[in-house]
């Protein structure tokens, strides 16, 4: 799998988001402070609100717009079999007989990507799963709690 094109997309989806946030906090904004919403008695709290709306909705296209940063400057880099893991490896975790593509991402964790008919998934290393595979290297197992039930989990490749 082409990490540097996952990377790319991974970036196009996070700018994706940053546009639409930093659009919905301007149109919050100004609804927030239009003449329209002054308080018409000390009940009427619609302005308050709104303004509650956009700064909630700003904070929020804040952290998009680092998520977007901290991508972008990720150095993209093959890793050996041998190598620790650690932000930007590419992991293959096989469990059940089944494998699961992972991106080690320092932010948007959760973010979903389908890449050559596969979906990757973001972790952070603050993650429950982040945490377990930082520091590991391809070959090591782990114990995954998938669905409540403890399983065993092998790396089965880092790239």
Same mark, same amino acid.
């Given at each position: 799998?082409?990490?540097?094109?996952?990377?790319?997309?991974?970036?196009?989806?996070?700018?994706?988001?940053?546009?639409?946030?930093?659009?919905? /906090?301007?149109?919050?904004? /100004?609804?927030?402070?239009?003449?329209?919403?002054?308080?018409?008695?000390?009940?009427?709290?619609?302005?308050?609100?709104?303004?509650?709306?956009?700064?909630?909705?700003?904070?929020?296209?804040?952290?998009?717009?680092?998520?977007?940063?901290?991508?972008?400057?990720?150095?993209?880099?093959?890793?050996?079999?041998?190598?620790?893991?650690?932000?930007? /490896?590419?992991?293959?975790?096989?469990?059940?007989?089944?494998?699961?593509?992972?991106?080690?991402?320092?932010?948007?964790?959760?973010?979903?990507?389908?890449?050559?008919?596969?979906?990757?998934?973001?972790?952070?290393?603050?993650?429950?799963?982040?945490?377990?595979?930082?520091?590991?290297?391809?070959?090591?197992?782990?114990?995954?709690?998938?669905?409540?039930?403890?399983? /065993?989990?092998?790396?089965?490749?880092?790239?």
């Amino acid at each position: 799998m082409d990490k540097r094109a996952l990377i790319a997309q991974i970036i196009a989806r996070l700018q994706t988001e940053l546009d639409l946030l930093t659009a919905a /906090a301007l149109a919050t904004h /100004a609804e927030a402070t239009d003449e329209e919403n002054k308080a018409e008695d000390k009940y009427d709290t619609r302005g308050l609100e709104a303004s509650y709306l956009a700064h909630g909705q700003s904070k929020a296209a804040e952290e998009a717009a680092q998520a977007v940063a901290q991508f972008s400057a990720l150095p993209v880099r093959d890793f050996t079999a041998t190598e620790p893991i650690s932000l930007g /490896a590419l992991v293959t975790l096989e469990s059940q007989g089944r494998a699961a593509y992972y991106l080690i991402g320092p932010r948007a964790g959760g973010t979903e990507i389908e890449r050559e008919s596969q979906s990757v998934l973001v972790i952070t290393p603050q993650s429950p799963l982040g945490r377990q595979v930082m520091g590991r290297q391809q070959g090591d197992t782990l114990q995954l709690d998938l669905g409540g039930k403890r399983s /065993a989990g092998l790396i089965a490749k880092v790239s």
